[in-house]
């Protein structure tokens, strides 16, 4: 029986070197860089609301990423808990607000919600591509993760998803990483 457990163990580790290693020349195609949806006139500001699963020191770490990526933010606010603006669950205008799920985080299908551990929800004036405002929202138990945090702000900054492994802007937490390929502010 042990025998049998190391012969599939072996013969999936091996699988699996075989799919990342191997590629025909034939195949290789040009893998074209992220998407932007829209860029921010002003720097945006950050407003944290008070039940956000994320501390002060994980806002500044997060926007200090995108800054080296030539990224300016206005200023970051913690939020009160009597906040109008976190209590009815809308940023203001040039504003990135960070906050628990909403019920529509869990109810809108289009996000796939279940699945999810952050979402960003990005207002863009599409005849001009302008970004007004953003929502972020992340799930209580994966505010401690610092790149889910990184990454929905990128969201907030306009980028898709881009499934790269290893790339910041990954849909799936699992198979991303700090790659910044393409996200480079012009």
């Not at 994980?58 to 080296?68: D, L, N, P, S, Y």
């Not at 940023?91 to 551990?117: C, H, L, Y």
Request: charged residues 20%; proline residues 4%; glycine residues 8%.
């Amino acid at each position: 029986m042990r025998w049998l457990i190391l012969l599939l163990f072996m013969s999936q580790a091996l699988y699996a070197g075989d799919i990342s290693t191997v590629e025909p020349a034939g195949l290789r195609h040009k893998i074209k860089d992220p998407e932007r949806l829209g860029e921010w006139v002003d720097p945006p500001d950050i407003v944290v609301c008070s039940t956000a699963p994320v501390s002060l020191k994980q806002i500044k770490r997060a926007v200090k990423f995108w800054e080296k990526l030539g990224y300016n933010f206005g200023s970051i606010t913690m939020a009160l808990h009597n906040n109008y603006q976190c209590a009815i669950g809308e940023s203001g205008a040039n504003q990135i607000m960070i906050d628990i799920p909403s019920q529509a985080f869990f109810t809108d299908e289009r996000w796939n919600a279940p699945t999810k551990v952050g979402l960003t929800r990005l207002f863009v004036d599409t005849n001009t591509n302008t970004i007004f405002k953003a929502k972020i929202e992340i799930m209580s138990n994966w505010g401690g993760a610092q790149r889910i945090l990184e990454h929905e702000i990128g969201h907030a900054l306009g980028w898709k998803d881009w499934n790269q492994i290893g790339h910041i802007m990954h849909s799936n937490w699992s198979q991303g990483g700090y790659n910044t390929k393409g996200l480079k502010n012009k």
